[in-house]
């Protein structure tokens, strides 16, 4: 009876030397891996306070571990600018985020901010700041009342992003860097100053691609003159290509 009572009071302490030490052990780590500090690069969009008030936006995230797997182990929500955000340690309280920002493919102008779009039309960015690179795309019709931002912006025409994509992936190609880039009823304009292209809607690498030594001539032979270049029909097999000099 005596060896059954020290066998459950060594049980009993050996139990409560382990509870002890899970509390010393968890104490530790809420004290231990608490977020102090943040680094965050990769961003440009974004402002390094947006992110790291993303990054906190739940109760348990005061805890770098906790940081750390779920966004590394899960699939969280992320601001709809962002493609990816990977999440390391520096030190326990240290937490460095690196950010892949979505590219975008165009903005336009919305109640006073600039609303940039992505590639598949979604918008993902309302801001007052305008990002180099991004091209204002004019005539993009739209339901502004209906404007979500991390939705599909409301178009009519689908369609149009796909070819606004594809424009501004040929211009980059080309390195042509058109003053805006502009839609109508299906069809893709781009302006060179005072000069308009119609580029049509469709085939718009084999149209770009003459589009530099053409704008040359141009210069050349018609300098400061307002017109337009007609590329619409354009093909290789095409013998020459129309200007006509605004009246």
């Not at 709809?80 to 950010?99: A, C, D, F, Q, R």
């Not at 007609?230 to 097999?237: A, F, K, Q, S």
């Amino acid at each position: 009876m005596k060896k059954k009572k020290r066998r459950k009071r060594k049980i009993w302490r050996m139990f409560m030397t382990a509870a002890a030490a899970l509390v010393i052990l968890a104490m530790a780590v809420l004290l231990l891996f608490r977020a102090r500090s943040f680094e965050v690069e990769g961003n440009s969009y974004y402002g390094e306070n947006t992110i790291t008030t993303w990054i906190q936006n739940d109760r348990f995230s005061f805890n770098t571990l906790y940081i750390l797997a779920k966004y590394n182990l899960t699939n969280p929500e992320l601001p709809s600018g962002v493609e990816s955000m990977s999440v390391s340690l520096k030190n326990p309280w240290t937490v460095h985020i690196t950010v892949t920002e979505k590219e975008m493919a165009g903005y336009v102008n919305y109640n006073d901010y600039y609303l940039y779009f992505d590639r598949s039309g979604t918008a993902v960015l309302r801001s007052k700041k305008l990002i180099e690179g991004v091209p204002y795309i004019e005539g993009l019709n739209f339901d502004a009342a209906k404007v979500e931002v991390g939705k599909a912006l409301p178009v009519e025409d689908d369609g149009i992003f796909e070819k606004i994509v594809e424009v501004s992936e040929n211009l980059k190609k080309y390195n042509l860097t058109p003053d805006r880039i502009a839609c109508a009823d299906g069809d893709i304009q781009i302006y060179f100053g005072v000069v308009e292209v119609l580029l049509g809607s469709g085939n718009y690498e084999e149209k770009l691609e003459q589009a530099e030594a053409v704008l040359a001539k141009l210069a050349e032979l018609y300098p400061d003159t307002a017109g337009t270049l007609h590329l619409e029909n354009y093909t290789r097999d095409s013998e020459s290509i129309r200007f006509v000099p605004s009246q």
